[in-house]
């Protein structure tokens, strides 16, 4: 596995492959990788030849009073673990190289970007839309892969390369839980084991409104909320958002129907969880 | 000359010219064309094997009460000069292809964006960097050219080039003037004979503002731009804006030196011109 800090270098190497006719898939992450990682990794050599990881942690994502700093990094072990998926090239720059002083540029997703997580998250999406579309640039992939985990981020990208008429095919990949449930982040490591195991509220709660639904008939998304959200605070969760949206538009519907997207996200202690399902 | 205006069927001819392994060079136009633009074209040849040029009035780069449903337009006319050019292929799009229903991304060039032509046209500048960015991405230029007319805008571009990482050279291009040095642009078709004959003061006050600094070694910015703005408003011109600033961060210079550029922008009558010149 190559490995390559420098936008102009990997520019270079990808040249080479692109002459090769070989076809790039893609996969950005902000590393700490675990088996949700993995699997988009796999996701990608599927659809191409030639496999480009990229961890990085990006600044301009973060709010102020977010966790840029203690994100949780572990370059050595991220290593080993691509390695043995056999990535082709990892793509590891640091945040000067992708930011040089004077950088001015940012994308803008409207709309899709100021609800749910962009509401809470003010500049989130505007961070990620900007760092996507570098990285796109940068590794000229011909499919990238996106975990559903991020629900609103893949719709965001799926929105911009739409809009901006990238070359670029999108790919999401469902998400990987814990053998208990809970969807694997890498902000799982923030919790206590007390909030660890309060937290797989989350997913029962997920599948107890499909099941709310499918077997029982009931549409109003106002009773499946609250109920919701009496699950998850009997568990000392404190709910940031929980919505029963348009799973293209983002936008909350008035009676819930097959195909509509729960999202929500969750604090446990200081942790911020996010999770969804499609209905 | 093919004329495309679907950007399905270009990215499908663009493909085709790549794999041939020809240098695409690119002007993207409003059309409307003068010497100025044939200049560009000139130049993009002399670097590339391959010349498109683009005709699209873009909406999103004009304000609520500014002149887009009266922008100047003659396919007809246009076509038969980059004929003449041997104009390789012509991207003629219609607003919904670039904008399709549902559109929301945009791109902004942070700093540069907000002063001159960007404080008198809130949003301007993001409307030509967005598109801008869209035609990169469905004509993958190797080269662009732009006239140094829109000093601000090609300095713009050239940033957000930069800051995205975009495979794409750009070449600027000198002012082309009339025969009594009025700078070409489609917008002169706006004035009247006798505004048509005053404006000739911007391009004799850029002159003079030159002439004093060389000749006379004046260095006082707001000498210069006072006298400037006294030559222009004796002919019945009402200055937008005037200044003299640093040629890469568009900031206004405390004591002038060369290479300082000189921007201004003067309505005669409802007709706003823009010039600019290298101190």
């Known amino acids: 596995m190559k490995i390559v800090k420098k936008i102009a270098e990997l520019k270079r190497l990808i040249k080479l492959v692109k002459n090769k006719k070989k076809i790039i898939g893609f996969v950005p992450t902000m590393g700490y990788l675990h088996e949700g990682h993995l699997s988009l990794i796999r996701i990608a050599r599927k659809h191409s030849d030639y496999v480009v990881c990229s961890i990085f942690v990006n600044p301009i994502q973060f709010g102020p009073n977010e966790d840029f700093n203690r994100y949780p990094r572990d370059f050595k072990r991220d290593e080993s673990l691509l390695k043995k998926e056999k990535v082709d090239l990892l793509f590891y720059p640091s945040v000067k190289e992708m930011y040089p002083e004077g950088y001015k540029t940012y994308v803008e997703v409207e709309g899709l970007s100021s609800v749910l997580c962009g509401k809470s998250r003010p500049g989130h999406f505007r961070g990620v839309a900007t760092v996507v579309l570098k990285l796109f640039n940068i590794?000229?992939?011909?499919?990238?892969?996106?975990?559903?985990?991020?629900?609103?981020?893949?719709?965001?990208?799926?929105?911009?390369?739409?809009?901006?008429?990238?070359?670029?095919?999108?790919?999401?990949?469902?998400?990987?839980?814990?053998?208990?449930?809970?969807?694997?982040?890498?902000?799982?490591?923030?919790?206590?084991?007390?909030?660890?195991?309060?937290?797989?509220?989350?997913?029962?709660?997920?599948?107890?409104?499909?099941?709310?639904?499918?077997?029982?008939?009931?549409?109003?998304?106002?009773?499946?909320?609250?109920?919701?959200?009496?699950?998850?605070?009997?568990?000392?969760?404190?709910?940031?958002?929980?919505?029963?949206v348009d799973k293209e538009t983002l936008e909350p519907v008035r009676f819930v129907k097959k195909g509509d997207r729960i999202l929500l996200a969750v604090y446990f202690g200081r942790t911020r969880l996010i999770d969804n399902t499609a209905v």
């Open 139 to 244: 590794v000229q992939p011909d499919i990238a892969v996106f975990g559903e985990k991020d629900y609103q981020q893949a719709l965001i990208i799926k929105q911009m390369v739409r809009d901006l008429n990238l070359n670029v095919k999108i790919i999401t990949a469902p998400i990987v839980r814990e053998s208990d449930g809970l969807a694997m982040s890498s902000r799982n490591t923030y919790l206590n084991t007390e909030e660890r195991v309060n937290a797989t509220i989350i997913n029962q709660a997920l599948i107890w409104a499909r099941d709310v639904f499918y077997k029982e008939n009931i549409k109003s998304p106002e009773y499946i909320l609250n109920r919701m959200r009496q699950m998850i605070e009997d568990k000392g969760g404190t709910i940031d958002y929980i919505a029963i």
